[in-house]
């Protein structure tokens, strides 16, 4: 069980709920804090001008809603902003949403009814997903349309995707013994006024886009096996010189993945000697796609923890407004919704997972193409030259979804359009840049799978197997039980859809031991 409520909520944990099926409780003790705060903020609205409870909303907010009608003002206004367009969310998604929503109340500042957390909670544990649509969300006063749409669904009015079946909510909650939520003071307004759209879109982000920098690192260290690239571009030495945690990591990474390989070579046995030749045949330095993997992918990695830690304190956060603090008997009127934190991170996360894609695309591109390589048949064509055509149709997949990604990677974060009367005069777009890096990320899925695909016809063009260390040896056998080697020509989209499907399931980990300076340098 994952406990919300008694401490900081991970990414691990979300994690574990979203992945691996784990039940979300909420903590006693911060349920009563809920609960606490929303009989202060009852107590405390009666007879004073507070926005969102008697008043409109937006520029709307200069009039007075009489006390008879504020109940309703809260049901108006999550079915008026029920008017999202496009796809629904994957369900991924949605759940993650609903965590990062919940997670936001729980902190206690947001006055809500208790029943609104603990049908939050439990439409989490019945994996209920409310039909929220990707178009809508500017991203200041949050995300209000795509929760409006779980808002909808909460009061019981909205569909629900349950058991891959899109339903209404109340038919749903009347199966499962389920009770949609009361208005009781604001409600309508604590629901839809947030970042937590962009959060819970931007948690999976974080959590895939890891996946794919382990691949990634993976895929590079296997390329330098089968092209028995020099080791010292991996070496302890040369990365410790660049001040750089990222850079670092990744090396160490690949030293690990390499290690027992019997195709990686060392510099000082092949050309550290006395050569007569005039033009060598070794390549005295690989192509950059294969040196310099560490400066690459370094900076992504170093991205993707800061990008985490934004993430996961905006998950950890109160993002709506008001915010209603009954330890200090106040309610605090500002912009906790904007989600400009989350909308640069993503937008970094976008262009660090397009680059990823771009280097994997060119170590594609170097295995395929045998005037770079002079190594491998043109394609990695097993076949027939000319008669067969290997992966030659592959790549072409693999270049149009990378020059997609490139495009998708303008930044959101500089893109305002005033609306709303002017009163949203300056907007995150955070939804947007959490949705395009979501589709830039399972873009980058799709490049490495055919990139896998080919390094595996390599190791088969090779015949060497038993000379890979034990890492891409286990790579190379799982992903071979689900795409066999194939020389005659066939279709090839079934097999880019097993193995995408496999990556997304898996991490390639490897056990990396630390290495002192000390020991590296008595190694020399």
């Not at 208790?114 to 994996?127: E, R």
């Not at 999976?204 to 382990?214: D, H, P, Q």
């Not at 690239?229 to 660049?242: G, P, Q, T």
């Amino acid at each position: 069980m994952v406990v919300l409520g008694s401490k900081v909520l991970s990414l691990e944990e979300v994690h574990r709920v979203l992945f691996d099926g784990e039940e979300l409780v909420l903590d006693k003790a911060a349920v009563q804090n809920v609960n606490d705060n929303f009989e202060f903020l009852k107590k405390f609205s009666s007879k004073k001008l507070i926005y969102g409870i008697n008043t409109g909303f937006g520029p709307m907010a200069q009039y007075r809603i009489s006390e008879d009608d504020t109940h309703q003002l809260q049901y108006n206004l999550i079915r008026s902003h029920s008017s999202g367009a496009g796809k629904c969310l994957a369900p991924v998604l949605t759940k993650s949403l609903m965590i990062a929503r919940l997670s936001s109340f729980m902190q206690g500042f947001s006055g809500v009814h208790t029943d609104a957390v603990h049908l939050l909670k439990d439409l989490i544990n019945h994996n209920i997903y409310p039909c929220i649509y990707e178009h809508g969300g500017v991203g200041a006063s949050g995300d209000l349309v795509q929760l409006a749409h779980l808002a909808h669904a909460l009061i019981g009015e909205g569909n629900v995707l349950y058991e891959e079946e899109i339903r209404p909510a109340a038919e749903v909650y009347a199966q499962l013994g389920l009770k949609p939520i009361n208005i009781h003071v604001r409600e309508g307004l604590a629901i839809i006024n947030g970042t937590s759209a962009m959060t819970g879109i931007g948690l999976v982000n974080i959590i895939e886009a890891r996946k794919l920098l382990l691949w990634s690192c993976a895929l590079s260290a296997m390329i330098n096996e089968v092209v028995e690239a020099f080791d010292d571009h991996l070496s302890y030495e040369l990365n410790v010189v660049k001040k750089h945690v990222g850079q670092n990591k990744i090396a160490e990474m690949m030293r690990g993945m390499l290690k027992g390989s019997k195709m990686i070579r060392h510099r000082p046995d092949h050309l550290y000697k006395e050569l007569e030749e005039e033009i060598f045949k070794d390549k005295v330095q690989e192509y950059y796609s294969l040196r310099c993997v560490p400066q690459i992918l370094g900076p992504i990695y170093d991205t993707l923890t800061h990008a985490e830690t934004v993430v996961v304190g905006e998950l950890n956060s109160v993002s709506d407004n008001p915010v209603v603090d009954h330890r200090h008997q106040n309610v605090y009127h500002g912009g906790n919704f904007h989600g400009d934190y989350i909308s640069l991170e993503m937008d970094k996360v976008k262009i660090a997972i397009t680059k990823l894609s771009m280097l994997s695309e060119r170590q594609l591109n170097y295995l395929l193409n045998d005037k770079l390589n002079h190594k491998f048949p043109p394609f990695m064509n097993l076949g027939k030259l000319g008669f067969n055509f290997g992966m030659q149709g592959v790549q072409f997949t693999a270049t149009s979804t990378v020059a997609e990604n490139q495009t998708l990677s303008f930044p959101m974060y500089v893109h305002s359009i005033p609306n709303n009367n002017d009163n949203q005069d300056i907007v995150s777009m955070g939804c947007n840049a959490a949705q395009m890096t979501y589709k830039v990320i399972e873009n980058t899925f799709e490049v490495l799978t055919v990139q896998v695909m080919t390094l595996l016809q390599a190791v088969d063009y090779l015949n060497c197997q038993d000379r890979l260390g034990a890492f891409s040896s286990r790579i190379y056998q799982d992903i071979r039980a689900i795409f066999p080697k194939f020389i005659e020509d066939a279709p090839r989209y079934a097999d880019v859809q097993r193995i995408k499907a496999y990556l997304m399931r898996n991490e390639p980990m490897v056990a990396v031991e630390p290495v002192t300076e000390k020991r590296h340098k008595t190694s020399v």
